[in-house]
């Protein structure tokens, strides 16, 4: 038998020292979660991806009452940003959450397995990191890659 550790090093800051990019991204993530369709769970999450060419563009979470047909935020972002823009790697992903009562959450709110595999593959797809930003009033979370999110990840290598 082997056994192996992973370790995935995590950054955490507070909003007054982001930079201007991190900041803008932030601004944006928050923003768009007023634009989540979430009449059941009442759990608003946005999502800002910064692309290559400086481009920001968002998505929000969007429930649906036949629960497996909705879709998260982070990948209601990512798919935009692809069909979109399918030159354009992302660079940078900001997720940010309002809880049930409208505030933003204290703690970061991570990326579920689905939106976490298609972070991975999105990397894959652009052979470049993207930077991870989560939002929680009380700090930041900032992660390398979506791989440090994900690191025993299913890759297309499986599909050959």
């Known amino acids: 038998m082997k056994t192996f550790t992973i370790e995935v090093p995590i950054v955490e800051k507070q909003e007054d020292e982001l930079t201007p990019e991190e900041a803008q991204l932030l ?4 923003e768009a979660t007023e634009r989540s369709y979430s009449p059941y769970s009442h759990f608003s999450v946005g999502a800002a991806a ?4 400086g481009t920001i563009v968002c998505g929000s979470n969007q429930e649906n009452s ?3 047909s909705g879709l998260c935020a982070e ?3 990512i798919f935009y940003a692809n069909s979109r823009y ?3 790697a992302v660079k940078m992903l900001c997720i ?3 809880d049930s009562s409208g ?3 204290t703690q970061p709110v991570t990326p579920c397995g689905a939106c976490r595999q298609v972070l991975s593959e ?6 470049q990191p993207i930077r991870i930003m989560l939002y929680g009033t009380q700090g930041i979370y900032f992660a390398n890659s979506a791989h440090d999110l994900l690191p025993v990840h299913f890759d297309g290598s499986f599909l050959k």
Not at 27 to 30: D, R, T, V, Y
Not at 50 to 53: F, P
């Open 27 to 30: 601004q944006q993530a928050k």
């Open 50 to 53: 910064l692309l290559a060419d």
């Open 66 to 68: 036949a629960f497996p």
């Open 75 to 77: 990948r209601t972002t």
């Open 86 to 88: 399918p030159d354009q």
């Open 96 to 98: 940010a959450a309002r």
């Open 103 to 105: 505030q933003f959450t």
């Open 122 to 127: 999105t990397e894959d797809r652009f052979g």
